[in-house]
């Protein structure tokens, strides 16, 4: 069965200071990973996805996130964080043998201070 | 592309009353999933749907749950006799079978008193 662990419930981070989100799976196969974010009250928007080749992959809103197999680990990271990134992010594992029903994280929310 | 769209956005109803709740998918995706997300957890698959044939239901989807698409375009949601447990955000996705990435709707937040 798919499993998807996000470590840490809530991260606080200052406008302009990098961030890393940690994201581990479980999963027999090569799995379809995703991270999505979602706004109070909304529902989920797309950041990136990762299927396969390059395991540095890019996303919107200057997020990116890299795949390693040998970790299990699928971590966003931005550079430097504005305060509109204030929000929830879930990372999500999906297959193509499971109809690609996607297994989700419990979620970070992360906090921007000024 | 309009994006995945669901109503209502909420609905609050009394313990033991039926709710239904739509999803109207991005036109050209052939498939469509339901996800329920309880405050402070993440989003936990229901089941899903290619075309009009509902292919898998998780086991949170018990009998009291119903989902159908009946002409591989819409799908409706119904709960029969709500229970406060059910309270939870309801949320709709679809995706084109092949292209894999899911595109969420708003979702319909549902209490129940």
């Known amino acids: 069965a798919q499993s998807v662990t996000q470590p840490d419930i809530h991260i606080t981070v200052s406008e302009g200071a990098s961030l890393e989100l940690r994201c581990n799976y479980s999963?027999?196969?090569?799995?379809?990973l995703f991270w999505y974010v979602q706004s109070p009250g909304q529902g989920l928007q797309l950041l990136l996805k990762?299927?396969?080749?390059?395991?540095l992959v890019q996303g919107i809103k200057g997020f990116e996130a890299e795949f390693k197999r040998s970790q299990s680990s699928f971590n966003l990271r931005k550079p430097s964080v504005h305060w509109s990134d204030a929000a929830e992010y879930f990372c999500?594992?999906?297959?193509?043998?499971?109809?690609?029903?996607?297994?989700f994280g419990g979620g970070t929310r992360v906090l921007v201070k000024p | 592309d309009t994006g995945v769209s669901q109503n209502p956005r909420h609905k609050i109803t009394k313990r033991g009353q039926n709710v239904t709740f739509r999803c109207d998918p991005i036109?050209?995706?052939?498939?469509l999933y339901w996800y329920r997300q309880t405050l402070g957890q993440g989003p936990e698959f229901l089941t899903y749907?290619?075309?009009?044939?509902?292919?898998?239901k998780s086991r949170l989807l018990s009998d009291r749950f119903s989902a159908e698409r009946p002409k591989g375009s819409f799908s409706t949601l119904e709960i029969q006799r709500t229970e406060q447990g059910d309270s939870a955000m309801y949320l709709c996705?679809?995706?084109?079978?092949?292209?894999?990435?899911?595109?969420f709707g708003p979702g319909t937040r549902l209490l129940v008193l």
């Open positions: 999500a594992v999906g297959a193509r043998a499971a109809g690609n029903k996607l297994t």
């Open positions: 749907f290619q075309n009009e044939a509902q292919l898998e």
């Open positions: 999963y027999g196969a090569t799995p379809y």
């Open positions: 996705a679809s995706s084109q079978q092949g292209l894999e990435t899911q595109y």
């Open positions: 036109s050209e995706h052939n498939r």
């Open positions: 990762y299927f396969s080749g390059d395991t």
